[in-house]
């Protein structure tokens, strides 16, 4: 009887065992699988929910989804962040790849320019939570019209996302703006190269109120930003410097010096007519050599030899015609 009941006592006690260590290494109650190298396919890694997708994907991929978490998409404090479906949809199909099928289906929703997934459905998930500020004026904007995916221009799945970099942020939108690619590397340009200046600094790729995806209401608020100088208001105001700065400059790059369109007097005779000039203008009207004040109006800096103040002048002494926008 004592050994029937030592025989029981041990067999118990190797139960329990078994059923311990099972309970132990289950994956529904362990952080690691059994190996100890891969977390549990039942555990978010970075996002609420995201254990259906990082059981398969990880950081060895080609494009590591498991990066989102050093972004501000993966930020677990933050409440408002997305989850793995949130953007890419529930794609069941994809989760449980059907019988039959080597290869799972996409996701419902793929981002990038080259994808299934049409571009307004892309944009509509971002917009989701993009709203008003930066992004009021989207609807009806250029990029909106042409159909440029947000994906486009933004990484989203990495550290670096090179559209908010100023000295990378350039590469992006020359990919779709060739003509500026050229322009900024001409003598008279901003310094975008140096990542001094960026495009977001004077154009908004979300859309804005003034033209030309300006940052401000209109051209020369924008160009006020940096050069106050010109901004005035003046006693003698320059009527097209008023109006447009981009009448006179060209603010991508030029070949003619401070991002003038055409050297003076060329750029200035575009609206003055030069027979009305006092004196004559060399090489241009066949006239005198050199105009009344015995400067040429074609050396140095041409019409600013005289009309220094060419933006706006305070002179009280402007007020006749020939001595406008002087000292």
Not at 155 to 161: P, T
Not at 201 to 213: E, F, I, Q, T, V
Request: aromatic share 4%; proline share 6%.
């Amino acid at each position: 009887m004592t050994g029937s009941k030592k025989i029981s006592r041990f067999g118990l006690l190797a139960s329990l065992a078994l059923a311990l260590g099972a309970f132990v290494a289950s994956p529904a109650h362990s952080a690691e699988e059994p190996g100890g190298d891969k977390p549990s396919r039942n555990t978010d890694l970075v996002l609420k929910g995201d254990a259906v997708c990082t059981s398969c994907h990880d950081e060895t991929e080609a494009y590591p989804v498991l990066s989102i978490g050093k972004t501000r998409h993966g930020v677990v404090a933050d409440a408002r962040t997305p989850t793995c479906t949130g953007c890419h949809g529930e794609s069941k199909a994809h989760l449980d790849k059907p019988k039959g099928v080597r290869v799972a289906p996409k996701p419902d929703i793929v981002f990038g320019k080259r994808t299934a997934t049409p571009v307004e459905q892309q944009n509509e998930t971002c917009i989701a939570c993009h709203k008003g500020g930066k992004h009021i004026h989207w609807a009806g904007s250029t990029h909106q019209a042409h159909d440029v995916a947000c994906a486009s221009c933004h990484q989203l799945h990495v550290a670096h996302d090179p559209v908010r970099d100023k000295l990378t942020q350039s590469e992006v939108c020359f990919a779709c703006h060739k003509e500026q690619r050229a322009e900024i590397s001409r003598p008279s340009r901003h310094p975008v190269k140096e990542g001094k200046v960026a495009c977001s600094d004077c154009h908004n790729a979300h859309g804005g109120a003034g033209p030309m995806l300006m940052v401000r209401d209109s051209v020369n608020e924008t160009c006020y930003t940096c050069h106050m100088e010109k901004r005035g208001p003046f006693v003698w105001n320059h009527q097209p410097v008023t109006e447009d700065c981009s009448i006179c400059h060209n603010p991508h790059g030029t070949t003619a010096d401070h991002l003038l369109k055409a050297r003076a007097p060329f750029l200035c005779q575009q609206c003055h007519e030069p027979t009305g000039h006092r004196g004559g203008i060399p090489s241009v009207t066949g006239l005198s050599s050199f105009s009344t004040s015995g400067r040429g109006a074609t050396l140095a800096r041409s019409c600013m030899n005289c009309h220094t103040q060419i933006h706006g002048s305070n002179n009280p002494a402007d007020g006749a015609a020939g001595r406008i926008f002087q000292h």
